[in-house]
């Protein structure tokens, strides 16, 4: 056993060693910080010596040193510059040990928190603190690790050092970063959600509750946190049977770990704190931990769409009701003329059920005809997008019937005509009292024309008087010429006036028996009205001049002429020219002035008289049936009827101007032919 001298020579011999080894820094056996702090260490019962100990105490501290996962450097105490580190501080910074040994404590810090982490370092050397977490280190490439490190104040080689321990957990703070972010993207979720979020833990109270939660349920985040679920629910549902089929869907969760499939979305009623009920689409899923399932929660405020498909199927019913319940004839159908919805009257009139027709076509249900016309309007309407009313005769079920139909576009989400809905009314027994009803004004025209022809009888009578008369006295001149054997030439000139007078007579016969002729129902055509006025005011002069009363045309000459039936037309203006006929009092002398001029909507007749005008309180009447101003007997009433009913079936309007006390204006509009 050496003495104290040389063994203390003899370490120090070893520690020049380890120290041009390691910068200054012995091999363990110069490690003096045991319990004795320096003592030397007694020779061993197995009778090794000291110096058999030492070094393999060096050996298995070495081994230790190199072999273990945490970094480890050992730096001055004073000047804090590294002396050496093991392979797994070398691993994680980047440097070689032989690096390491050009740095200091500060050369391995970003420079923004080196200050910090010195101060840190100080406080675990000096026991102030046990140990610095998450301290960022500076690798050689520039990149940064974080690491909980552990400082300890020991002697090395007689000097003191400073050995840190550096444990890696950049992996952790990955994870606790992205945790932290997670959590922050799951707040902002929860907070900026228009949908209500609650979430409870495994004990099945509230844990979270969110701003959208607030405002549906009307409870503040405040009174529900850590309080059972079901007991919230409980308050919010008003009869309890929410609040029970709730809770069974989460034992259903709770068992299962997973949403039922036939149960996915729950829709309750709930109360708010202020009493409003609400109804909510709650969906209850499963949050599975290591402690085992938390349940969370989505509520969706359905009210507004709970109040319009309330409406909404309300509305069904009553439109469901309105088109089962109508008369008239209601269906569907697409561009291919084929029936996509009937109603129940449209079905029994052709003798079925709905059933019975749709997906059938037009040609399966009507003529060939019949279908092409009815088609061919449906797609009219498809393609203009437009409206469309018409009156048919159709056939059904083997009969001829009139129908007033009206057909109407049918759009989808995208405004695009999609199919077209027809109604259709039956309208047979009504056509038929309107022909019928047109036959009896027909009739009536032809009475009223012989009731003002039998009015001219006295004035046909002194018409044909006058040559009649001119032709007897001719004849007998001629008869009392012969019988004096007098001069050949007298007789023929005699007989000569005889046949003018007679032809005279047949052409004022004609003119009447034109005109008291039925009305043509032939289709209308152009009509010039010049002609026909003049005509009219030829047949009436005669007897306007008993009346004392002028009749005068004025501009007719440039009139275009109108798209009328010149029956017709011959019709109202004898009626209009008779009627001032009739105003006139025959005593005091009287004019009525037929004008035309051209006008936007056609060609503007005017009959405007002098006599006297019309009662204001019988203008209101003057177009009606019957209605007359004359005495009993001198008049049917039906004139101005007539012409009103004229003039609407020519396309055109009239209307009057009274002056009483002057006279009147009757105005007359008739349309223009149309263009090509």
């Given at each position: ?89 070398s691993r994680m910074s ?78 952790r703070k990955r994870m ?333 016969v004609g003119r009447f ?164």
């Amino acid at each position: 056993m050496s003495n104290p001298d040389e063994r203390k020579a003899g370490r120090a011999g070893r520690a020049d060693v380890s120290k041009d080894a390691v910068d200054g820094v012995g091999s363990p056996s110069d490690l003096e910080v045991c319990k004795g702090h320096g003592e030397s260490i007694a020779p061993q019962p197995d009778g090794r010596n000291e110096d058999d100990v030492l070094a393999e105490f060096d050996r298995q501290f070495r081994t230790m040193f190199e072999a273990t996962t945490d970094g480890i450097v050992v730096a001055d105490s004073q000047t804090r510059r590294f002396y050496t580190a093991n392979l797994a501080f070398s691993r994680m910074s980047g440097y070689t040990p032989q690096e390491v040994r050009q740095l200091a404590l500060v050369d391995i810090h970003p420079p923004e928190t080196a200050p910090f982490v010195t101060e840190q370092f100080m406080k675990l050397v000096n026991r102030e603190m046990a140990i610095a977490r998450d301290i960022p280190v500076k690798r050689k490439d520039g990149g940064v690790f974080y690491a909980d490190i552990s400082p300890h104040l020991v002697t090395l080689a007689g000097r003191a050092c400073i050995m840190g321990f550096f444990h890696d957990v950049s992996a952790r703070k990955r994870m606790e970063d992205r945790l932290r972010e997670t959590e922050s993207r799951f707040q902002s979720i929860m907070e900026q959600s228009s949908e209500g979020i609650v979430l409870t833990d495994e004990a099945g109270n509230v844990v979270e509750w969110n701003r959208a939660q607030e405002e549906i349920t009307g409870r503040p985040r405040s009174e529900v946190l850590g309080r059972p679920l079901w007991d919230v629910v409980q308050e919010l549902t008003p009869t309890g049977r929410g609040h029970q089929a709730l809770r069974q869907w989460a034992a259903e969760v709770y068992r299962t770990g997973e949403i039922a499939s036939s149960q996915r979305l729950h829709e309750h009623e709930f109360v708010r704190r202020d009493g409003a009920r609400r109804y909510l689409q709650i969906v209850i899923y499963p949050v599975r931990t290591r402690k085992g399932f938390r349940i969370g929660g989505i509520c969706r405020d359905v009210t507004d769409k709970k109040t319009v498909e309330r409406a909404l199927r309300e509305s069904e019913e009553k439109y469901r009701t309105l088109v089962e319940s109508a008369g008239e004839t209601i269906a569907m159908v697409d561009r291919s003329g084929t029936f996509l919805f009937l109603n129940k009257t449209a079905a029994a009139r052709m003798g079925g059920m709905p059933t019975d027709y749709v997906g059938k076509t037009m040609w399966d249900l009507f003529p060939q005809a019949i279908a092409d016309r009815q088609a061919g309007s449906v797609r009219k309407v498809i393609d203009t997008g437009e409206g469309l009313n018409v009156i048919v005769q159709t056939e059904i079920q083997e009969q001829q019937r009139w129908y007033n139909t009206t057909l109407e576009p049918i759009r989808d989400a995208a405004g695009q005509v999609t199919a077209v809905l027809i109604v259709g009314r039956d309208i047979h027994e009504l056509q038929q009292a309107r022909q019928e009803l047109d036959q009896y004004r027909e009739k009536m025209c032809q009475a009223e024309q012989l009731a003002s022809l039998g009015a001219l009888s006295a004035t046909v009578a002194h018409e044909l008087t006058q040559p009649l008369t001119v032709s007897r006295l001719s004849l007998q001149e001629a008869m009392a010429e012969m019988e004096a054997a007098g001069d050949s030439r007298k007789i023929m000139e005699s007989l000569h006036e005889c046949l003018e007078g007679i032809s005279d007579a047949a052409s004022r016969v004609g003119r009447f028996r034109n005109f008291s002729r039925q009305s043509s129902r032939e289709a209308p055509r152009d009509v010039q009205l010049q002609d026909v006025v003049a005509r009219t005011v030829t047949l009436l002069e005669g007897k306007a001049r008993e009346r004392h009363i002028s009749l005068s045309m004025r501009g007719m000459s440039t009139l275009p002429p109108v798209y009328a039936n010149e029956k017709d037309m011959e019709q109202m203006c004898f009626a209009l020219i008779e009627n001032a006929i009739h105003a006139a009092d025959g005593r005091n002398q009287c004019k009525l002035v037929i004008s035309g001029c051209r006008t936007d909507g056609g060609v503007t007749l005017r009959f405007e008289d002098t006599c006297d005008g019309i009662a204001p309180e019988q203008v209101d009447k003057i177009f009606e049936p019957f209605f007359t101003t004359k005495a009993p007997g001198e008049g049917t009433g039906l004139g101005l009827c007539i012409v009103n009913r004229v003039v609407t079936q020519a396309g055109g309007t009239i209307r009057v101007e009274n002056r009483p006390g002057e006279g009147a204006t009757f105005c007359v509009t008739l349309p223009l032919p149309p263009k090509a």
